[in-house]
């Protein structure tokens, strides 16, 4: 699976994003998905995770009552609606696939749980 994240910019405290990230390949309906993000001079944190069929998903507590992820296989799109951005939310943020297929397994929040990468997209919060 290939993944590319867009969406990303310059946006003020308050507002709202929506960050989409568009997958190649035949296995990107058979793997769960998620949303990082990694700010600078910090690690990358998970920000939320979708299943395979979209029925579950998992968020940071930090984003849970502003970000909801979704995705929609026909289109092979993942999507990170962020609203009520905050400063501290400024990151790149980064899509990935989990590195299982078809497996009856969770969703994950650590990093080494997903193999397929997006080239991450940059989020700004102005205050």
């Known amino acids: 699976v290939q993944l590319q994240a867009s969406g990303g910019g310059l946006v003020q405290a308050g507002g709202s994003l929506r960050l989409s990230c568009a997958a190649s390949?035949?296995?990107?309906?058979?793997?769960?998905m998620g949303w990082f993000r990694q700010a600078p001079g910090k690690e990358r944190e998970f920000v939320a995770a979708i299943s395979r069929s979209g029925g579950r998903s998992i968020k940071a507590d930090s984003v849970k009552d502003r970000f909801t992820v979704s995705r929609d296989n026909a289109k092979n799109m993942v999507y990170l609606h962020m609203n009520n951005l905050e400063p501290a939310d400024t990151a790149v943020y980064y899509c990935?696939?989990?590195?299982?297929?078809?497996?009856?397994?969770?969703?994950?929040?650590?990093?080494?749980?997903?193999?397929?990468w997006g080239q991450g997209t940059q989020v700004t919060v102005s205050s």
């Open positions: 390949g035949r296995t990107f309906s058979l793997r769960h």
């Open positions: 990935a696939a989990d590195r299982a297929i078809m497996a009856d397994r969770g969703l994950f929040t650590t990093p080494s749980e997903y193999i397929h």
